[in-house]
């Protein structure tokens, strides 16, 4: 049985460093020599690297080669140990760096898989369950009973990804392991990849030198250049900077950190704007259209309270218009120390039919833990596309364990309120989806 486990990649101040000798002679001289004479200088693959990844995110890592990539992947992968820093991985990880790596030549392709997945913590029960799918994937026919040492490298690349793509990473990390085997393989495990990463459980971390690829897959990116941090953020921003420099010999770090923070600027500048739309809304609070079909759950460590609906500059409204931005609050106080929360809500209509609903653990926000008598605001912000009617909303706060859940508290029918919107753009149904009509005469 395999339990839950809260996962994130943590990063600080991580280096790696080597010393480099102009000959063998200089090595010899330093190591048999009673002086503290040096004969080496010191290089950096990596100088004070710091970052936070949290379960679910997908995050590329762009530089040039020489830039400390790799390095940075095998650190967090437990292949290579930093010289300075420290790293916190909570999770299992699944790593395809150099694929079919640990196998043995002498045994064959399915004694490889078997010997593999007794060496990452599997029965063979549980290996037998997987065995079908990793050979159906690595596509390489009678080839899975002759000894490895016959097998192309591409053959290797196909065996070793199929068997890492099937063994249930928690962590998954790929530095271009797909640049070897044919485009038709490549293609299959970029797809394979790519459903993984539209998974909220699975924490993705991925080297390329493809800009495509990490706007593709990614939600976030980071770029190192010559060993160090220089920016952190969406992966179209990142990806501008980064091919921006990349046919540069000599870049100014300083100025690419300045332009960055110019556009992340500019794009505050635009959101602010764009939200101060909202003080224009005609939403208000009707004080006798409260719900009377409250449900509440029994309190098990936390108590939510204050639930509201507000516009964005703070008014709390239950009639509401269509195609406005809000936020959902409520506040939380816990009873007793936690780890693994996670906050919920739900929206459904006046006949009880489920309309929406979302939830997240407070990881995504760097909180570990929280501690007894600890308050916390929840704030969901949402687009209203309802139609005109009557809703609710439902809130909660769960906790996980071992892999059950338990809810610590939860309203049902928390708050009610309204939709209304002009006449002449009414639309049938619950939601309005924005629909434009085209008409073109052709004949």
Request: aromatic fraction near 10%.
């Amino acid at each position: 049985m395999r339990f839950f486990i809260f996962m994130s990649i943590t990063l600080t101040n991580i280096s790696k460093q080597y010393k480099l000798y102009k000959s063998q002679n200089d090595r010899l001289k330093e190591s048999l020599s009673f002086s503290k004479k040096k004969y080496h200088k010191i290089f950096y693959a990596l100088k004070n690297i710091s970052f936070t990844i949290n379960k679910g995110e997908v995050v590329g890592i762009l530089g040039k080669n020489g830039s400390g990539k790799s390095t940075l992947l095998k650190i967090i992968a437990g292949v290579l140990t930093q010289s300075n820093g420290n790293v916190k991985v909570n999770g299992k990880i699944t790593a395809l760096l150099e694929l079919g790596a640990g196998f043995n030549p002498e045994l064959t392709g399915l004694e490889n898989l078997y010997l593999s997945g007794s060496i990452s913590g599997f029965s063979r029960i549980e290996i037998d369950k997987k065995i079908d799918d990793i050979i159906d994937f690595a596509d390489i026919d009678e080839f899975i009973n002759q000894p490895l040492k016959t097998y192309s490298s591409g053959m290797k690349a196909r065996l070793g990804f199929a068997f890492a793509i099937n063994s249930e990473p928690e962590i998954l990390i790929v530095d271009e392991a797909l640049s070897v085997g044919d485009a038709a393989f490549a293609r299959k495990c970029y797809a394979k990849i790519e459903d993984m990463c539209k998974s909220k459980e699975i924490t993705v971390l991925f080297v390329s030198h493809s800009d495509g690829i990490i706007k593709q897959l990614c939600n976030r990116a980071i770029m190192l250049h010559n060993g160090q941090f220089i920016v952190d953020g969406d992966p179209k921003d990142v990806v501008n900077i980064y091919n921006k420099t990349i046919n540069s010999k000599n870049i100014d770090l300083k100025k690419i950190k300045d332009e960055f923070t110019n556009i992340i600027n500019n794009k505050n500048k635009i959101d602010i704007l764009n939200n101060s739309v909202e003080k224009k809304d005609n939403s208000f609070f009707n004080k006798n259209f409260i719900s009377k079909s409250i449900i509440e759950y029994p309190e098990l460590g936390a108590k939510i309270s204050d639930v509201r609906l507000t516009t964005f500059d703070n008014k709390k409204v239950n009639i509401i218009e269509q195609n406005k931005n809000y936020f959902y609050k409520y506040k939380v106080t816990f009873l007793e120390d936690f780890e693994n929360i996670r906050f919920a809500m739900q929206i459904k209509s006046k006949t009880g039919i489920h309309i929406s609903g979302k939830s997240s653990f407070i990881d995504t926000k760097n909180i570990e833990k929280v501690n007894k008598n600890d308050i916390y605001e929840v704030s969901w912000m949402f687009k209203n596309i309802l139609n005109e009617g009557e809703y609710l909303f439902n809130c909660a706060v769960n906790n996980t364990k071992y892999g059950e859940k338990t809810i610590l508290h939860r309203v049902l029918d928390a708050y009610l309120f309204k939709v209304i919107q002009p006449k002449e753009n009414k639309s049938n149904g619950l939601v309005d989806f924005g629909y434009q009509l085209e008409i073109e005469k052709i004949v």
